[in-house]
Each structure stands twice: as structure tokens, then as C-alpha cells.
């Protein structure tokens, strides 16, 4: 029996929240897994690792997800207040990264080691100057009059596709420092690997099924 175009889109709608719920607690959960192993203030370098997790999976999740339909605690609220949120945790994604980058640079600077020397310093350094482009990208959305070539509505595919860009790069980070030293030294091996591996591929999977599905809303400043 075929069912209803109401009950496929009521079905379709639970299932997306279930996924968003569940990348939140997945994301959460990595980043407690994180700072029990760093163990933050037990050294100087104990501060990086849990300050990165802290910005990527928790706040990079929810900034992306909170403009979208399924996974906003904001769900029905004024697209204003929508907005805010995102930027307050965009904003506290990139200071934590920022604090993280100074702290590995100065402790590695201390130690007398290479900066940026492995794959997984490459990608975060280029993580972190992505962010910070990215947010002032978003500035363009809500003063569009400064871009009269460009669309609102182009303004927000185009920050909406580069937001998702971003995190893909984030979570490729994120698996080059399960690769490192310190991770296989630090974490349970077996299981508890694979667990945090499977973190930022399923949040992955998750914000992209947001982003191509959903249509972003930002405070609408069409120019006349």
C-alpha cells in the first residue's frame, strides 16, 4: 500500500531529526572521549587537542546544522534569532581553533620541533585560515547591498556550499590526528579507534544530507 505524500514527508522529517540528534550526540561524545585522553592542563600541549575537538565536532555541527531545517534547537523561531546562534557558535568554533593553533605552534616553538611539518598541520592550519574566511563570507548575507552583482540568493548557495566545504576539511583533520603519534600512544586501541574514526564520517554524512536538502535562511536584506 503506497503511502500518502503527508506521511512520506512526515516519515522523511522524523528521520532527519533523528540523524541530527544523533550527530550532535555522536559529536558530543568524541569530544568528552577527547579531553578524558588529553587531559587538558596536565601539559601545554594537552590544551590542543581538546581545545580542536571542542571547536570542530560540538560547534561546527551545530553552526552548520542551526541554519538548516533539521537539526536546529531554534526550530520555528524568527530566522533573526536563527542567525544569532549561528554566528555565536561559528564565532566560538574559530576562537577555539585559534587558541589550539597558538598553543601546538608556541609548544612545538618550546621544543624546538618543525611547524606544520606533517600532513595533519597542513590541513588544520588550512582548516583554521578557511574558517576564518568563511565568517567573514557570511558577513556578505547580511549586508548583500555591499555585492550589487550578486544575488541573496546566490550569496546563500554559495555560503552554504562553502560551509560544507569547510567542515569536509575539518573532518579530514580530524582523521590525519587519529593517524598521529599521540592518538595511538594516548587512545584504547581496537575499538575505541575505530569509534572515534567513524565520528567525523558519519557528522559528515549527516551535514551533508543537510546542506543538499534544505534551504538556508538568513535574515532577507533583498536590495530594492
Not at 500500500?1 to 514527508?9: G, I, K, N, Q
Not at 531554534?74 to 597558538?102: D, I, N
Not at 552554504?160 to 599521540?182: E, I, K
Amino acid at each position: 500500500m503506497a503511502l500518502s505524500s503527508e506521511t512520506e514527508s512526515r516519515i522523511y522529517r522524523s528521520l532527519r531529526a533523528v540523524s541530527g540528534v544523533t550527530a550532535h550526540l555522536v559529536s558530543l561524545g568524541f569530544t568528552i572521549f577527547v579531553a578524558i585522553l588529553a587531559r587538558p592542563g596536565s601539559s601545554l600541549f594537552s590544551w590542543h587537542p581538546f581545545l580542536m575537538a571542542l571547536a570542530h565536532p560540538p560547534a561546527a555541527c551545530s553552526t552548520l546544522q542551526c541554519v538548516s531545517g533539521g537539526g536546529c534547537r531554534e526550530q520555528g523561531s524568527p530566522r533573526e534569532a536563527k542567525v544569532r546562534v549561528h554566528w555565536a557558535l561559528q564565532l566560538l568554533a574559530l576562537l577555539c581553533a585559534l587558541l589550539g593553533l597558538a598553543v601546538i605552534t608556541y609548544n612545538k616553538h618550546l621544543n624546538g620541533k618543525a611547524h606544520f611539518g606533517t600532513w595533519h598541520g597542513l590541513t588544520g592550519l588550512l582548516t583554521v585560515l578557511y574558517a576564518g574566511l568563511q565568517c567573514l563570507g557570511g558577513a556578505a548575507l547580511l549586508y548583500p547591498r555591499l555585492l550589487r552583482n550578486w544575488t541573496l540568493a546566490k550569496l546563500k548557495v554559495y555560503h552554504a556550499t562553502s560551509g560544507l566545504v569547510g567542515y569536509l576539511l575539518g573532518c579530514a583533520t580530524l582523521l590525519l590526528a587519529m593517524c598521529s603519534l599521540w592518538f595511538f600512544t594516548t587512545a584504547v586501541p581496537g575499538l575505541a579507534c575505530s569509534l572515534c574514526a567513524l565520528c567525523p564520517v558519519l557528522t559528515s554524512l549527516v551535514i551533508m544530507n543537510q546542506v543538499s536538502a534544505d534551504r538556508w535562511r538568513f535574515p532577507s536584506r533583498e536590495p530594492p
